[in-house]
């Protein structure tokens, strides 16, 4: 087996290096997206395209009718692409064992086994492994997220500022696909300028640089209360900003990295790494850590699973969550 990159296939596909088999499987969507994009648009030109590019989606192929496209020969043009989607959804998939054994050089098989991976111990998953170039994906790590958005528009040759960073990162998630077509619809808006702030992120993506997730969790951090009531306000107003179900996790991700901080030692960058945290944010988590102490934090996490419970009406009657989430902070800061 070569567990392959997503950089290394696609360089090798610019240079029309092509292997008959390639098998695409694991969690991030995102990056086996990327590969069936390219070579359904690139691999063949438009017109050997119209003859030679065959595409099956898992729900509604039979595993005989795959092996029989992949054994074609291609017309007006020596390569043929076979693109089988959602591979997870196909019945039978062990039978495409015959195919694996024995690939036709002319044609490029590539199948994208999405959300999933194959069972390592069956025959078949082993056998895909020796006879196909193999690309396992992962979720990436939240902690992961900005220094991906910054490689990403990096390489568009952009900047980005760190706090538009963290704006995306903690309104989008970890949705990669969404996050880029994000930044591609606020670089169509910047003109002539290469810096993308948080300005740009308000205007284009809809997201209130002042009153989002992560200024509650600043505030919150440093026991700022006026302040912290004031974005809550603005969560009850605008309801789509920042649903309750996210602020609570997003508030139990942040504290739970303060509460490593306790049992983490060394510089401050090297506590960062062993945290999980972006360097440049590492102030925040500090100045919670030395606000609360550890029991305080402690009583935190304890708050943020206790009103987790009732915000889906498990131990309470049910309260707005606005109301619900000041009460919250309230004991927070007591």
Known sequence: ????????ILGEWKKK?????????GEEDYYIDQLV?????????????????????????????IINACRKYPMF??????????AQQLREMDK?????????SSTIFIVAYKEKK???????????????EFLSTKKIYDSALPEWVNTYVTRLEYTISPKATMLLVDHIGNDLARI?????KILINLKTRKTITEEDVENFVGISKDFNIFELQSAVAAKDLVKAVRVIRYFGDNPKAAPIQ????SLYAFFSKVFMIFGASGPEDAIARQIGVNGFFFKNYSQASHTYGYEGVEKVLLLLHQYNLRSIGINATRIEDEALLKEMVVKMMM
């Open 118 to 132: 194959l069972d390592a111990r069956t025959k078949f998953a082993k056998l895909v492994k020796e006879r196909a």
């Open 246 to 249: 996210l602020v609570l996790p």
């Open 180 to 184: 880029e077509n994000e930044i591609q």
């Open 1 to 8: 087996m070569q567990l392959m990159s997503v950089e290394k």
């Open 17 to 25: 290096i092509y292997k008959p088999i390639y098998w695409l499987e």
């Open 96 to 104: 495409l064992e015959a195919y694996f054994n024995l690939p036709l």
């Open 37 to 65: 994009d390219y070579a359904e648009a690139h691999i063949l030109t438009e017109s050997e395209a119209s003859f030679n590019l065959t595409i099956f989606y898992g729900r509604d192929a039979a595993w005989a009718d």
């Open 77 to 86: 043009s020596d390569k043929q692409v076979v693109i089988l989607k959602e």
